[in-house]
């Protein structure tokens, strides 16, 4: 019976080292990223390890190493189709980098520090959050650890954390400007009753441009998810109160697309013909043709790039000064501003 056929016996590296015939410490480096190894040796050792089905233990390799490569995403709001594709830039950037992402789920109820307990019961590289912002006693000792924290779309905290930003500032600026452009002087706005930071920046700067426009953002209309069914449920509030409006900031295009279907739906005035509506994200449905709605992009590739590059430094340069990344946005123009 070879060691395909005997399911009971654990193959390890020393069973690959004398089917190869070389040393164990030949195939660690082999399958150690960056590690130097003969190219003859490598092809000797992958062959063997093929023949017997061996598989690297990362978590064995992790408590021998005191670290390993593995980086924990913390995350809310999954079905948001905008956090799922950043989640999913974020994954493949890290293990483009050699390190194998952990995602754990979480919602507005957890507690961030159980959850970034957890991964520090697994020996993780880095954690990286894109939910709520953790309290800072989780975040220092993580610091205390030599595990460093990137926060994506949060606010400063006193522990030396990085920070990767979009301008949301910029988001709530350029629309309020590009429904001033297309005419409209009578404009709300509709926004979710959830503690997010990135939400909140981006409302407070759309009403603060307009309000230097000489615009009257009409506030209020909000709902307690940040989802479709929450734009929805903020549209039918909206189009209740009697206030009129030819201008519609909806600050995530989730939310735009719920509030779009029920405008639709309710025999509101036509966008965009006589309402004009921006969404902001540049999730992949607004470019559908159902919706083709204008939108203040993020890129989130980009995102990613500057998160792992954050984290990447952090390594580096363990104890230099918590960093800050802005980065940039832009106005997809589209139907629902023509």
């Known amino acids: 019976m070879n060691a395909q056929d005997d399911t009971s016996k654990q193959i390890t590296s020393v069973d690959v080292a004398k089917l190869a015939g070389v040393s164990r410490s030949a195939v660690s480096r082999t399958f150690t990223p960056g590690a130097s190894v003969a190219q003859e040796t490598r092809e000797k050792v992958l062959k063997a390890a093929d023949a017997l089905g061996y598989r690297v233990n990362q978590l064995a390799r992790s408590l021998t190493n005191k670290r ?47 959850i970034i307990g957890m ?19 989780i975040c220092q000792e993580c610091v205390s650890l030599g595990v460093p924290v990137v926060l994506v779309n949060k606010r400063k905290i006193g522990a030396t954390v990085d920070r990767v930003l979009m301008d949301n500032i910029k988001c709530g600026q350029l629309a309020a400007q590009a429904l001033y452009e297309k005419g409209c002087r009578n404009v709300a706005i509709i926004s ?18 307009c309000l230097e426009m000489g615009l009257q953002p009409v506030t209020g209309f909000a709902a307690d998810f940040q989802d479709y069914n929450g734009g929805a449920h903020a549209a039918a509030q909206l189009l ?7 201008g519609l900031f ?3 295009d989730f939310m735009a697309l719920g509030a779009l279907d029920h405008l639709r739906l309710s025999g509101a005035p036509p966008v965009p013909e006589r309402m004009q509506v921006i969404g902001c994200d540049d999730i992949r449905q607004a470019a559908w043709q159902g919706y083709n709605l204008t939108t203040i992009r993020q890129d989130t590739a980009h995102l ?4 792992i590059e954050a984290l990447l430094n952090r390594f580096s340069k363990p104890n230099a ?17 023509r």
């Open 192 to 209: 979710a009753n959830v503690p997010s930071y990135s939400l909140q920046v981006r409302g407070d700067a759309f009403k603060r441009s």
């Open 250 to 252: 909806c600050v995530t």
């Open 119 to 137: 991964l520090l019961e697994y020996s993780v590289s880095g954690v990286i959050v894109t939910s709520d912002t953790p309290p800072e006693a």
């Open 68 to 114: 390993s490569d593995l980086v924990g995403i913390v995350a809310a709001n999954m079905d948001n189709p905008f956090r799922t594709e950043q989640i999913e830039q974020i994954s493949r950037k890290l293990m483009e980098q050699n390190f194998r992402p952990i995602l754990m789920p979480a919602e507005s109820a957890d507690d961030p520090s159980r």
């Open 304 to 307: 990613a790039e500057a998160v």
């Open 321 to 337: 000064p918590a960093t800050t990344k802005t980065l940039d946005v832009s106005l997809i123009e589209r139907g629902t501003t």
């Open 240 to 246: 209740a109160s009697g206030h009129p409006f030819d």
